[in-house]
């Protein structure tokens, strides 16, 4: 059965705001919506940052985590991104949830309330333990990386 989320809205949002949905029925990314009731739009500049509220906490359950995306089409026609792509949602993480939206492109930028800024996907995680050790196992590759098996 497919993890559930719980959802609350912080105690400014606005409660009429649309909840995360799949948009189609094999949908990964559940559109994120920003939450900016009473407020004026936020213009980006180009190379403008911003944190743009959700107006959501979410009760992620443990052995999961939220990411957060960025959305394509933002991405292909605005050069909208998120600097810390993929954001990452603790599952003990019961702030707002928020969005650091990025203009990438060459031309301001206009988020609205309830505009569709970003796609968050729940994807299973593991922590692992970690351990000191002198020396590590040995590997055909060694401290090859960075472009050592060459081009293309
Ligand atoms: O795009 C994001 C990224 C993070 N968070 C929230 C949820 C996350 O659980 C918390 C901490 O995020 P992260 O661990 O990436 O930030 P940090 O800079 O390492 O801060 P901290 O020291 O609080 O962990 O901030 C968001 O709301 N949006």
Known sequence: MSPLIRVSRTETADPALPLPAYETAGAAGADLRADLPGRAPVTLA???????P??????????????????????????????????????????PLGVILMNAGQEAFT????????????????????????????????AGGFGSTGRG
């Open 54 to 95: 959700t107006g959501l906490r979410l009760e992620i359950p443990p052995g999961y985590e939220v990411q957060i995306r960025p959305r394509s089409g933002l991405a292909l026609k605005h050069g909208i991104t998120l600097p810390n792509t993929p954001g990452t949602i603790d599952s003990d993480y019961r702030g």
């Open 111 to 142: 988020v609205a309330h309830g505009d569709r800024i970003a796609q968050m996907i729940v994807a299973p995680v593991v922590q692992a333990r970690f351990e000191l050790a002198d020396t590590l196992s040995e590997t055909d590759r060694g």
């Open 46 to 52: 180009p190379g403008e940052r911003a944190l743009i």
